[in-house]
């Protein structure tokens, strides 16, 4: 959309997660670029094994952001309470249970298939990072 318009040079402040820098910054350099490719490429880097787990995981949040709304009609009913207080929609509509237990399976799994310590070492980061389960 930037380079459509174009933009170019942005001041960015507070990119959220080591995912979303990755992919901001090449786009910055090329705006060209295809952002699935980019994802691809980012968690080929980090991880030996297909980066499935971490890169589901990662799709999995990235279609849950609170910034989309559920339905219409849920962000009409709730769009005053989005931030600061968005506890009901994290929880009653972002964080259930059945998509909670599908994020710390899909972070298991990938620490089990983790190889060696620098792949342990990346899928911890990742865990910890504002993507993870306790980010």
């Known amino acids: 959309m ?12 507070g990119v959220s997660d080591q995912v979303d820098t990755y992919v901001t910054m090449k786009l910055l350099d090329d705006p060209s670029l295809d952002v699935d490719a980019l994802l691809e490429e980012f968690f080929t880097l980090i991880m ?10 990662y799709l999995c949040v990235e279609e ?9 009609r849920t962000f009409r009913r709730t ?5 600061p207080d968005g506890e009901e929609i994290a929880w009653e509509y ?12 899909l972070m298991d799994e990938a620490a089990q298939l983790a190889a060696g310590d620098v792949e342990k070492q990346r899928v ?4 910890k990072s504002d993507l993870g389960p306790h980010g």
């Open 2 to 13: 930037f380079a459509g318009d174009g933009i170019r040079g942005a001041f960015i402040e």
């Open 124 to 127: 911890d980061l990742f865990r």
């Open 48 to 57: 030996e094994r297909p980066p499935d787990r971490l890169k589901q995981f």
């Open 79 to 83: 769009a005053r309470r989005i931030l």
């Open 64 to 72: 849950t952001s609170p910034i989309r709304p559920i339905t219409q």
């Open 94 to 105: 972002l964080g259930t249970e059945e998509r909670m237990a599908k994020l710390g399976k």
